[in-house]
């Protein structure tokens, strides 16, 4: 039966085995900008584009946003 096997790529074989081609991530995700953005000035990625059309605005909060992680 030169090595192959009947149901070779089923499913249950799969199952059985646990025998998956490919690597896994190991380890934390890496973390994004917007993630830390969005959790330091405790806003939506929405609310965050939208102060930043306004530059005065988007420094006001981005400062107190570090000056509260900080003190």
Known sequence: ???QYRNEG????LVVQGHVEGKRA???PPTLWIDTVT???QTT??????????????RRL???AVQSNYT
């Open 45 to 58: 990625v929405v609310e965050c584009f939208r102060h930043a059309t306004n530059r005065q605005k988007w």
């Open 26 to 28: 190991r380890g934390r």
């Open 39 to 41: 959790s330091l000035t």
């Open 10 to 13: 089923s499913i249950e074989r």
């Open 62 to 64: 981005a400062w107190e």
């Open 1 to 3: 039966m030169n090595g």
